[in-house]
């Protein structure tokens, strides 16, 4: 597998850069400071067993997290001798311990080290970690009889009292049931060599781990504690321990949602076991290494990086906590943000008139779209099971005022800037790097809207609000204050942690390829679905009367005029026009192939792709895989026509699939300067799911999707309820959704506080037009600092070393709903089996950016339809696991791609019947 780091080299990219380096003793008291050294092996569950191990250490502290190539043996022996740690915990992983270095990195040598500072250092495995730990001492890592992956199970804890565990103080299992359950991700097993076939058996040493819990043990031998050490008769060895060092481990995952709140417990004992074993052992250890000053062979260089890496995981811990309470003064913002409103109340205008009458024919119109809550199109057809408000506003705008640009990113690096006199601004490789999200950044920072300025933005009335109170101020709730608004592709995980090798490194595809559009909008409307209300808002440089301010005043007069004329101006809706049910015989690639779409893998392809993944999952590479498929067509049209046929189209299936998410943007490139500079592009997306969304105060939410059936008409008959059920206690659908609901608290970890990564809900249905999804809620809290007032300091350096929620946003993407688990290797697999063909907008996010202290809501590019350059593009994919049937996958991508399709059948046929009409007509 490419894109391996080499084993002596510490990344420059660790989460956790720090300050300049200290190489100095820690002071005494902190000395036995229990430290943990958490060596990842590239998998996506290390950051909340990070935060696990964090909830059990006496200071709330962040274990000193390395991936498994980016540190040595020497390096290890060096952080124990000096006590910066004194244990070590070995992460889950893709791959198998025994294709040693590969995928295991320094964990092979660190378990095979002979000398006994490091050897007697306190270990604790998870999955693969546990794995890697029996195969160290002989015994079998195979593929597993019961392979599971976000599946719970009950473990069988053996019950008798081991003395020589209590003796260091404690058991692993101490304070846990006998019988709890437990998640598993594992696609291979610990065998005890005894149990191999005579004709392999070697001959070893006696037996040195013994086994602690068991899985899948069938009744029988519940009694005898599950089967002896494990075997082929017995049940899956779930935890070992060494009989001699303090080395310990365990196959199921302690950091899951599902093992909650045993888990903790677990680790938290290994903690106890570790801190008595040292009590014991220092002095003794001392002794032995004071005449042995050879042990720690790292150059002066190696030992700084290493004390820049302690210091540094050290400080955000202490800067977490020490900022909280910092009440520094803030800086005037430099940008002021005014608004007026108009009521919609008593009117039946929806955000569809609004958008219409204001920019249906404006360039570089944009829309995101809070459908489901659209007046009479949203039907928010959810059964109840989740009733919460899927999207309160809808913001839209298009070409505005002085501050207004139109941004493009290129793979290559490239950045283009434009502003509202169609002049390029800028147009540079980035930062040499070309990074979109710290263009992004570093701009949010500089337009940066108060938390004063936003409470205090005079709102002008326009409408009197009658009955209720009348609205002083923007909703608090409103995160939107001018800012980003665009479409990042699935490709901008390059500057993620998800790298992207393409064999054709060369090749001017990959490198003039889209990776981002983006609006920097100082105009926009915003529709406040639940209290009927429109808000003009415009985005000023702050000071004295300007001519700028008196044209964004001039805009809201007669922006809040035009939304009046919307209430009025009753226009023509998709509704009134299209039929709500086409009745189409043919299945949804005949509806395809018949107006000229092409699968990029047919139905065969495909197949032997779900295949392909499947294995790569037996193989323990992968826990799941979401691979997706393609429907293209070359569509050469007019720009005119071209225009108008997107617009249709989204008015169209914002009908016909209304969805939260949803949202329309019009990156055409006209004429000129920007028809030089930029793509011609369009995106139609009626997105049912949330990516992500951080608001004013650093909360994030994500709302993962995974788990999807077809509804049944007449929607809410007996069998569409059915349905519903079928979803609930599908085996595979859940352990679908519980894998990426670990998988983004993971995710949402790294940005995070301790202990604020939350799941307020798991495996919820929400319904759709067409379908029945199952959706889990995740939130956590970004530190303090990182929000809030400070960010309208404009001190570049306090305000560097907060973790900013671009850099959350950074963190968790790509979404994992659209990768599986453990994203890092599973996106190289995905990258292999889709041909190296990029994903580009599908599979990517869309979303507002804000300058109200950078909150932002990012959806997941899904049921949508691009065009660029020429060609359109539906994407549609699934999450492929051991349990996946490879003909209902194939069936799952033609249930999400059909609707999609149907619309744009639909209207291409209206439009041809518009321009028959017309020509008839002229012609007559
Ligand atoms: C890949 C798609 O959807 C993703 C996969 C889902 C699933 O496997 O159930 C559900 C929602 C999305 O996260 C798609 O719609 O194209
Ligand atoms: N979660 C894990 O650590 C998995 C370990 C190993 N790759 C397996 O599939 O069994």
Redesign the pocket.
């Given at each position: 597998m490419s894109g391996f780091k080499s084993v002596d080299t510490i990344t420059d990219d660790f989460p956790n850069d720090g300050k300049a380096a200290n190489c100095s003793r820690l002071d005494d008291d902190k000395q036995h400071h229990s430290r943990t050294l958490l060596i990842d092996n590239y998998d996506s569950y290390s950051n909340i067993l990070a935060h696990v191990i964090a909830e059990c250490q006496d200071n709330s502290s962040l274990p000193l997290t390395v991936r498994n190539d980016a540190i040595s043996v020497s390096d290890i022996r060096f952080l124990v001798k000096e006590h910066l740690i004194d244990r070590i915990v070995i992460s889950p992983g893709p791959g198998t311990p025994s294709s040693g270095i590969c995928d295991s990195g320094v964990v092979d040598a660190l378990l095979n080290a002979k000398d006994e500072l490091v050897r007697g250092v306190p270990i604790f495995g998870v999955c693969f970690g546990f794995q890697a730990i029996a195969f160290r001492y002989g015994w079998d890592v195979v593929r597993a009889r019961h392979p599971k992956h976000g599946e719970v199970s009950e473990v069988t804890v053996k019950e008798e009292e081991d003395k020589e565990e209590s003796r260091r103080g404690g058991l692993l299992f101490k304070g846990v049931p006998r019988v709890f359950n437990a998640t598993r991700y594992h696609s291979l097993e610990a065998l005890f060599p005894g149990k191999r076939k005579e004709a392999e058996k070697e001959v070893r040493g006696e037996e040195e781990l013994v086994a602690l819990a068991w899985a899948d043990v069938v009744e029988s031998e519940k009694e005898n504690g599950g089967g002896g050490g494990g075997g082929e008769e017995g049940g899956t060895v779930m935890a070992l321990r060494h009989k001699v060092y303090p080395q310990y481990g365990v196959q199921f995952h302690p950091e899951s949602i599902c093992t909650e709140p045993h888990g903790k417990t677990i680790v938290k004992n290994f903690m106890d076991i570790a801190d008595a074993y040292w009590k014991e052992k220092r002095g003794e250890m001392e002794e032995e290494e004071e005449g042995n000053e050879t042990t720690t062979t790292i150059s002066e260089e190696r030992k700084t990086v290493l004390m820049k890496l302690v210091n540094a995981s050290r400080e955000t811990q202490d800067k977490k906590s020490s900022n909280k309470s910092s009440n520094k003064k803030q800086k005037k913002s430099a940008y002021r943000l005014h608004a007026r409103e108009v009521s919609l109340l008593d009117s039946p205008t929806r955000s569809e008139d609004v958008f219409r009458t204001l920019f249906s024919d404006k360039k570089n119109a944009f829309w995101l779209d809070s459908a489901t809550a659209d007046g009479s199109s949203g039907t928010n057809d959810s059964n109840g099971d989740n009733d919460t408000p899927r999207g309160r506003f809808s913001v839209m705008g298009c070409q505005g005022g002085p501050l207004w640009r139109r941004v493009e990113a290129r793979m290559n690096g490239k950045l283009v800037v434009m502003n509202n006199q169609d002049e390029i601004v800028k147009s540079y490789h980035h930062g040499g790097n070309g990074s979109i999200l710290e263009y992004m950044d570093e701009e949010l920072k500089r337009f940066n809207v108060s938390e004063e300025n936003f409470a205090t933005c005079i709102v002008d009335e326009v409408n009197a609000v009658k009955d209720g109170e009348s609205v002083k101020g923007l909703p608090e709730a409103l995160l939107f204050a001018c800012g980003f608004v665009g479409s990042l592709s699935y490709e901008t995980r390059e500057e993620c942690d998800s790298p992207i090798f393409f064999a054709n490194d060369s090749s001017s595809n990959s490198n003039t390829m889209v990776k981002a559009a983006l609006y920097f909008v100082d105009q926009a409307v915003v529709v406040d679905h639940e209290k009927k209300m429109v808000y003009a808002m415009t985005l000023t440089e702050d000071g004295p009367e300007t001519e700028d301010l008196f044209e964004a005043l001039e805009w809201l007069a007669t922006t809040t005029l035009d939304i009046n004329r919307s209430l009025l101006n009753k226009v023509k809706h998709v509704a009134d026009e299209m039929p709500k049910k086409t009745v189409v015989t043919q299945n949804c690639t005949q509806l395809a192939e018949s107006i000229g779409f092409k699968w990029r893998d047919d139905k065969e392809e495909y197949m032997e792709k779900i295949k392909t993944s499947q294995e790569r999952i037996l193989d323990g590479h992968t826990y799941e895989v979401?691979l997706?498929n393609a429907l293209t067509r070359r569509d050469v049209g007019a720009y005119k026509q071209t225009r108008h046929l997107y617009r249709e189209l989204y008015y169209a299936l914002r009908e016909r699939n209304p969805a939260p998410y949803a949202a329309f943007f019009d990156f055409s490139n006209g004429a000129g300067e920007e028809k030089a500079h930029f793509s011609d592009m369009y995106v139609c997306c009626a997105s049912?799911?949330r990516f992500l969304r951080c608001d004013q105060n650093g909360n994030l939410e994500a709302k993962?999707?995974?788990?999807?059936i077809a509804r049944v008409e007449p929607l809410g008959c007996a069998e569409d309820v059915k349905a519903v059920r079928d979803l609930q206690t599908s085996v595979k659908?859940n352990a679908?959704?519980l894998m990426?609901v670990d998988l983004l608290r993971n995710d949402l970890s790294l940005a995070c506080e301790v202990g604020t990564v939350k799941v307020p809900g798991l495996l919820k249905i929400e319904s759709y037009r067409t379908v029945h999804?199952?959706v889990s809620t995740v939130v956590g809290t970004l530190p303090s600092t990182s929000s809030g007032e400070n960010h309208a300091e404009g001190n570049a350096d306090d305000d560097d070393k907060r973790i900013s929620p671009i850099r959350a946003f950074q963190f968790a993407f790509p979404?994992g709903?659209?990768t599986g688990a453990p994203k890092y290797r599973t996106t190289q697999i995905i990258h292999e089996l889709e041909n190296e063909q990029p994903r580009e907008m599908?599979?990517g996010s869309v979303g507002f950016w804000s300058c109200r202290n950078k909150a932002f809501d990012a959806n997941?590019v899904?049921?949508s339809v691009t065009y660029k350059d020429g060609e359109m593009k539906i994407?549609?994919?699934?999450?492929i696991t051991r349990l996946s049937d490879p003909l209902e996958e194939w069936g799952?991508?033609e249930l999400?791609?059909r609707r999609i399709v149907e619309t744009v059948a639909e209207v291409e046929r209206k439009l041809e019947r518009e321009r028959e009409i017309k020509d008839y007509s002229s012609y007559a």
């Open positions: 979401c997706t049912p799911e993962p999707i995974k788990g999807t659908d679908e959704n990426i999804q199952l979404p709903s659209m599908y599979s997941v899904i049921r994407g549609a994919g699934g999450a799952e991508v999400k791609a």
